[in-house]
C-alpha cells in the first residue's frame, strides 16, 4: 500500500493559498483568520474522508478513524500554523500526509485494529503565543487552561478570546486520545538528510535546549585616545566567547551551541563597546553534557573576564530536558522504512516538536523528511515532492505496523 | 608669571551652567540657543578683558589682544560646543585657558611682540553637523563655505539658517589670523597620563584613521537542527575578526584597532547569524603602517572566508591622513612645561581636533591635560583642578615663549 502523492501535493498546495505571501511562503500565525479558514478547510477534507472529528478545549481538532477494536488508538498529528513568512511545510506537511494516510486507508478498504486519529495542534508555534507547542503542553498536563486561555499575543489579545472568535473553543472531553502510540511526521528543518543523501530522517528524540544571557561590562573610552594595553573592551571579550561556544560545540559530540543575539553598547563606530549583552543556546541529547556544555561556558567566561579586565555574567534563565522517545516506536518507524525500500539515517531533533510533551503521555517518535538546504521558518523551505512521498510512505507503514490490520500480527512485531 | 586657578576655574563652572543636565554634564549642541548664550557669555568676558572680538563668516569667534609689532598672531583656540551629555571639560577648558591666559597677561600688565588672538571654533564635535571640526576645516580650505551652510541636522536644519538665527554670521575677513604659530590646550580624553602619572602631555600629532565597513554573509539556519560541521556562522566568523583586529592593533606599536558597532542578522536567540556587519576603526601616527594595518584586515577576512565559508567583504571608507605636528611648536611647548617645573610626556593624539586642520594654515602643536579614568563625551569626564592649571601654565608659558615678551627674545630660542 502507498499513499497518493498527488493527492498529497494538491491539498498541501491548496492548504498554502491560505495566508500566502508575495514570497511564496505562508503567514498563518494562530487562531487567526487565516488559521481559521485553514481548520475550516481541513475540517471539510477529514469529514469527506469519513472521519469522526471533534474539537476540544484548546481547539486542537481531532479526527478518528474507528479500528476493529475500541481503546487506545494510534495518533499522527502535527500543527497548520505557521511563523510570520514561513514555508508551506513546516506543520502543514504532517497534518496533511496523515490525512492521506486515512484517505489512502479509505481507498484500500483497509480496517485497522486499532483507531487512528489525525490530530491539529494549536499554536506549535509559539510565534503569537509564547510558548511554543502550548497546546500540546496543556494536553500533556504542563499548562493549566488557565495559564493557556490568558497568553497574551503582543497587541494584548488573549488565546482564549481568539480561539472563541474563530470558533474553535470546544469540550475538554475532545481532547486527543486515549493514545497506544504517538507519531509526527515534520520537514528536518536542518541540513543533516541533505548531506547524507538520504531522503528519511527517523528521530531518536528531541535534544535537551539550554537558554544563557551573557552580560560583558568592560569600560567604553574613546576609539582614538585609549592605547590597546589600557582597555577593557566589552566586545573583544564577547568575541572570545562567541568563538569559544563555538569551539566547546564542536568538541563534543552530538552538541551544538550558537550565539544568536548580540547587543554591543553604545554601538558607534569610534566608541570601544562598554557593554556587551548576548545569548548561547546550547543543545544535546544528554542532560549531563549539556549540564557540561553549560559548565565549560561559565568557565570560559570567567577565564576571559580574568584575561582581559572585564566582568562576565552568565545567566542561564531557561532549560528544556532532553526528551528521548519510546525505542519500540522509533524501531517500528525504522523498520516501517526499512520495508518500503526507503534508505534511512537515525539522529536528534535539535528543535522542539509537540511530541516533546506527547511522549509524556504515550510511546512516540517522529519522521523526518529531507529539507533543501536546511531551510525553514523562511519562504524558502522547501522539500522535493519525492521525499515528502517517501515521508508520508514511512508514516502510513508506521501506522499500520503499530495500529494493526484487522485479522493480522502488528506488523513490527514481525520477524 | 602663573595663571589665577581660581579664577580659570570659576569661568569653567559658570560656562558649565549653560545646558548644564542633570547628570552633572552639559548639552550644548552647536549653534542651538544654549551655544548662543554660551557664546554671548564668553563674548562679554572676552571684551571685558580688552580683547577686540570679531564674528567671521562661519561664527568663528577671535579675540586679539595686541602686541607690540603687528603682523602675524599666536593663536590659542578650542571650542564651547559639545556632544549630546557630554562633560564640562571638553573644549570649553581650551577656550577658558586662553581667556585665563590674557587675563593674567592683564593683570601682569605684559605686552607681547606678536599679537595673540583667542579663538572658538564653530561645531568641532559634529555631533550635530557633520563632519567634525567643520569651521577650522572651512578656515584652512578643506571645505566651501556653501558646503558649511548647507550641512543639515538630524531634523533637516541646515547650518547656515541655525548660524544666522542666533545672530553669529559674521565676515569673511574676520576670518582667524594670520597665524604665526597655533596652540590648542585640551583635556586628554585618553588613559595615557593618568596610567604614567604626568599631568601634562605634549601632542606629536594627530593619528591617522581609517574606516571599514565590514559585511559578512553566512547562511541562517534554526539553531538546533544544524550540527556544527554543516553551519555557516556569521557571527562566529565576526567574532573570529574582532578579536584579529586586536591582535594585529596589539602586535603594532603605536597602533589602535577598534569594532565599536556591530549588527547581526535576524538577531534571535535561536537562529544562527546569516548576516553581519560591523565597523573597523584603525589608528596610526603613520601613513605607510595605517595602510598595513588595512591590509592586515584584508588578509585576516579572506582567511576567515575560507576558512569558515562565510563571505568577508572590508569597504574601507573614510581615510584621514595623520598629521604630524610642528617640531618647533612641538619642542616650544616642551620647553615651556620644563621651564614651569611641570612633568610631561610625548605622544600622538589618537582623535581629531581643530589642530589638524591649523597645521595645514600654520605651525601647531597640542597641550593635553591628564583626564580621570580617560573619559570623555560623557557626563563623568573629569580632571582635577590641579592638572586644569598645570595645562593652562604651559599654555601661558607656550604662549609667551612664542610671541615674545616686549624687549626679550623669544623664549624657545634661549638656551
Redo the contacts between chains.
Keep these: 500500500m502507498r499513499i497518493n502523492a498527488h493527492r498529497l501535493h494538491e491539498s498541501l498546495r491548496q492548504l498554502a493559498r491560505i495566508g500566502a505571501t508575495p514570497g511564496g511562503g505562508v503567514t498563518r500565525l494562530a487562531l487567526s483568520s487565516e488559521d481559521r479558514s485553514a481548520r475550516d478547510l481541513l475540517r471539510r477534507w477529514m469529514e469527506e474522508a469519513s472521519l469522526r472529528v471533534r474539537v476540544d478545549d484548546f481547539g486542537n481538532i481531532t479526527g478518528r478513524r474507528a479500528g476493529s477494536e475500541s481503546g487506545k488508538a494510534v495518533l499522527m498529528a502535527s500543527h497548520i500554523d505557521t511563523v510570520r513568512r514561513g514555508g508551506c511545510y513546516d506543520g502543514a506537511y504532517g497534518v496533511l500526509a496523515a490525512l492521506e494516510v486515512m484517505r489512502t486507508l479509505n481507498d484500500a478498504g483497509v480496517t485497522t485494529r486499532r483507531p487512528l486519529e489525525l490530530v491539529n495542534w494549536t499554536n506549535e508555534e509559539g510565534v503569537r503565543f509564547e510558548p511554543a507547542m502550548l497546546a500540546s503542553g496543556a494536553v500533556a498536563g504542563r499548562f493549566t487552561p488557565e495559564y493557556v486561555y490568558g497568553r497574551t499575543d503582543r497587541d494584548g489579545v488573549t488565546f482564549g478570546d481568539e480561539l472563541e472568535r474563530i470558533g474553535y473553543k470546544g469540550d475538554r472531553d475532545n481532547r486527543p486520545g486515549p493514545v497506544a502510540a504517538y507519531l509526527e511526521l515534520h520537514v528536518?528543518?536542518?541540513?543533516?538528510l541533505e548531506?547524507a543523501g538520504i531522503p528519511v530522517g527517523v528521530v531518536d528524540g528531541i535534544?535537551g535546549?539550554t537558554?544563557s544571557e551573557i552580560t560583558i561590562e568592560g569600560?567604553?573610552?574613546?576609539?582614538?585616545?585609549?592605547?590597546?594595553?589600557?582597555r577593557r573592551?566589552a566586545?573583544?571579550a564577547?568575541?572570545?566567547?562567541?568563538?569559544g561556544v563555538?569551539d566547546i560545540?564542536?568538541a563534543i559530540e552530538g552538541?551544538?551551541?550558537?550565539?544568536?543575539?548580540?547587543?554591543?553598547e553604545p554601538?558607534?563606530?569610534?566608541?570601544?563597546?562598554g557593554k556587551v549583552t548576548m545569548?548561547v543556546?546550547l543543545?544535546h541529547p544528554d542532560s549531563a553534557t549539556l549540564d557540561r556544555l553549560v559548565a565549560g561556558l561559565e568557565r570560559l567566561a570567567s577565564d576571559i573576564a580574568a584575561l582581559t579586565g572585564v566582568t562576565v555574567a552568565v545567566n542561564r534563565f531557561w532549560t528544556s530536558e532532553p526528551t528521548p522517545f519510546a525505542a519500540e516506536i522509533v524501531d517500528a518507524v525504522e523498520t516501517a522504512a526499512a520495508e518500503m525500500g526507503i534508505s534511512t539515517r537515525r539522529f536528534w531533533?535539535?528543535?522542539?516538536h509537540d511530541a516533546k510533551y506527547m511522549q509524556d503521555v504515550a510511546p512516540s517518535a517522529m519522521i523526518f523528511a529531507r529539507s533543501i538546504?536546511?531551510?525553514?521558518?523562511?519562504e524558502q523551505e522547501y522539500s522535493t515532492p519525492e521525499d515528502l512521498e517517501a515521508g508520508a510512505n514511512v508514516l502510513l507503514r508506521a501506522a499500520l505496523g503499530l495500529a494493526g490490520i484487522e485479522g493480522e500480527r502488528t506488523s513490527h512485531k514481525r520477524g
Design positions: 528536518e528543518q536542518g541540513p543533516v548531506d535534544v535546549i537558554w569600560r567604553a573610552d574613546h576609539a582614538g585616545p585609549s592605547p590597546m594595553p589600557l573592551d566586545l573583544v564577547a568575541a572570545r566567547l562567541i568563538a563555538d560545540a564542536r552538541a551544538v551551541g550558537t550565539v544568536g543575539r548580540i547587543t554591543a554601538n558607534v563606530i569610534n566608541t570601544i563597546p545569548s543556546d543543545r531533533s535539535g528543535a522542539g538546504n536546511g531551510l525553514s521558518h523562511c
